[in-house]
């Protein structure tokens, strides 16, 4: 179950999973072309998909979904809790605490925290039916440093890191894992139309390798996790940032 996969890092996770042999559940907050498409480029390859439209931060539409997941496939073993609130709209509200909207520190909270717990807390169950899961929450690179701006989201990223390891360790006597990635600069097509070609040479010059990451890098960790190449890999945060968070960015080649 790949929630978040209509488009960048949720889509080619899915299709990844899929090549490997995965069937995928699709979640998304509306069953427009990106989530169409990426059931088409799973069908492509042979793989077999279920769509489900779901607002993740309902209970009710939540507990549907994993509902559907188990009547289609019989099971859930893998979880990619992916979705996230990262639109234009979304961060141009999102200032330092003082400037903050309290309604944007709300709805941050509940797409990119409470969304991640309901799934977890509707999945859990079946994959402890089955014997076997693996959850993987998608965090951010924010959670290793402060900022003057973005207070919601970066609160809300560091909260999926102790769910992270609260549900490793609550369920993995189940043989329930859980672990979270945290991205850095990912060169998602949303990604590609906002940023200019010299900011992305300035971010590979923040990095300690001389590229800036493309999904497939997160999507390549992320099947890992969920594979049981990984089995005694929980509770774990793996940054995969290209070295970004381990050194002053002062320091770096463009710096």
Partial sequence: ??????????????????????????????????????????????????????????????????????????????????????????????????????????RAMAVNLRGPMLTSKHVIPHMIDAGYGSIINTTSGVIFRGDSVRAAYSASKIGIVSLTMDIATAYGKKNVRCNAVSPGVILTEGLRKVLTPEQIEGFAGENLVPFVGQPEDIAEVTCFLASPASRYITGQVLAVDGGMHVHQCSTGENG
Wanted: proline share 2%; glycine share 12%; hydrophobic share 50%.
């Fill in 1 to 106: 179950m790949v929630v978040g996969a209509a488009n960048g890092i949720g889509r080619v996770t899915a299709l990844m999973l899929a090549e490997r042999g995965a069937r995928l559940v699709l979640g998304d907050l509306a069953m427009g072309e990106g989530l169409q498409g990426c059931a088409e480029d799973i069908a492509r390859i042979g793989g077999e998909t279920l769509m489900v439209e779901v607002d993740h931060t309902c209970e009710e539409q939540v507990a549907a979904l994993a509902a559907r997941a188990v009547e289609k496939f019989g099971k859930v073993n893998i979880l990619v809790n992916n979705a996230a609130g990262t639109s234009p709209a979304f961060q141009a509200e999102d200032r330092d605490v003082v400037n903050m909207p309290v309604d944007l520190w709300d």
